[in-house]
């Protein structure tokens, strides 16, 4: 079976391969889910019936209906160890898994679950020293996710990364705080737009960052290293184009104490870091390090969210900065460890992309990412027109489709050119690039596959992916899955309180296309018919009379559910 074969069967929207093997509950519950996401006034009326119950100690009992239905059908358990049985589930059908802390930043702890070594005190953390306990929390957790990943994975001989655990920066530092690396990131950057000629600067732009962004110097000494370096890069290199600008003030490179040191309690500014902040950078980088080398040391994947876009530039920084540490090309017995998301609904994305791409090449680590649409765009076009500033989003879906798409192929084409230039067959250890395409748009599916082909790109090659959310689009994943392409299902967990955010999320998500819900719906019945009546045709007759069919449609006998579940894979 080639890829012909698997865009045929990708395009036959009556497939049933992913229902056949779902149990009878399962089904059940799948039908019941989505009938309720059909109701819009229920999915907009969802948070205030929760916030209510909250207020009037009932919350037991909505979380107990959630439980047994929208948990069910979007999530793998309360803990890691309850998504072990999920994951061996789908790897039976060439599906791997990517756990998912389904934990907002904003942690409620209890008094227990923080650590001693933090009193207030003895140890401040300074003026976020709460959030900044929840984020070491946090760290534990997942560890503790990464090392169950490592136990669900452990027979799975597929090509690539066996699984993966997806991290959200924003949990490793107070969002204020990533707020306020955005804003210098992107001033940095803003000087460089402003002062550039075909892609380049020089001096000016070099002296607009000491002058506006940097902290004043501490000491003549630092002055005097700082006009050295400024007057090193002036005779040596007067033109610099983004990539190497940036990476002359990284607050992680070797000149890091020349730019950024300072000893001051600063006032805040847009293009300023305090020594109080630049602190806390040190402990969240810190956090995300720990994080990384858990999974490099077990073989498991990072796969670092994307968010909003006043935290992306900061969290771009952080994600840079461990592939170049985690994703080494010279080290080609391993897959890489870190991958960055890439929301292409975003006006800037395409060009991020390119540019990443040849960082990796000039800094000799791999480039690993995951290519999404984007998922907040309600929120980030409202917040853009209240502050008065262009959306970062695309104007149009057609747009955001050809952003995508055209990112896909444009990944594709330098694999391509990577064969041709080495003669190297592609696989995951030696790639210069391994990606991710995350989406439940089937043309975009369809379409990377046959682009795929045309640039030579196996499936079983190990350096494209494909990615859904667990119980979303199971058709897609379990195709991809039976024809041996890469196809990972994003798994959360949590307690139920804490993944109601998430839950609602996809209420409003599978609400918004209901297209492919009522599909999905239409072929689960389909399926469950088909066993009413195999079941019916192999029971035996204890009477005469003839059997009746009527109302199979409404009813299911319990005795149909216990047979067909033996059957679940």
Sequence with gaps: MGPAATVEDLKDEDNLTAFKVRSTSDLLIGLFVYKLCTLPWLVEMSPYVISWSQKLHMEWLVYAFIKSTFFQQFCGGETPEECIQTMDQLGHHGIRCILDLSVEADLHLEQDDVPQMYDELSQPLGKWWRQEQSADVIVNMISHCIRTGARGSANDSGPGTRSFAAVKVTGFAPPELLLRLNQVFTCMEQIFQANQVDGYVGSAALNQVVDQVLPPCQSEQQAEQRNTLVQYMHEHQPQMDLITFTQLFSLQGPSRDIWWSTEEHLQEADCLLTKDELDAYDRMINRVDQVCAVAYRLGVGIMIDAEQSYFQEAIDHVAMNMQLKYNRREEQDRAPTVYNTYQMYTKVARSKVERDVEWAKRENFTFAAKLVRGAYMVSERKRASQLGYPSPIHDTIDDTHNSFNGGVKFLLGKLHDHQQATGETLNSTTSPIVFMVA???????????????????????????????????????????????????????????????????????????????????????????????????????????????????????????????????
């Design 439 to 569: 989406s439940h748009n089937r043309e975009s599916v369809i379409g990377t596959v046959k682009e795929m082909e045309r640039q030579g790109v196996m499936a079983r090659s190990g350096v494209v992916y494909f990615g859904q959310l667990y119980g979303m689009q199971d058709q897609i994943s379990y195709t991809l899955g039976k024809h041996g392409y890469g196809i990972f299902k994003y798994l959360p967990f949590g307690m139920i309180d804490e993944v109601i955010p998430y839950l609602l999320r996809r209420a409003q998500e599978n609400s918004s296309v209901l297209g492919s819900v009522n599909k999905e719906r239409e072929l689960m019945w389909i399926e469950l018919m088909h066993r009413v009546k195999t079941q019916l045709r192999l029971t035996p007759s204890t009477t005469s009379s003839p059997v009746i069919i009527a109302n199979t449609s409404d009813t299911v006998d319990e005795s149909d559910v216990a047979i067909s579940s033996t059957t679940t894979a």
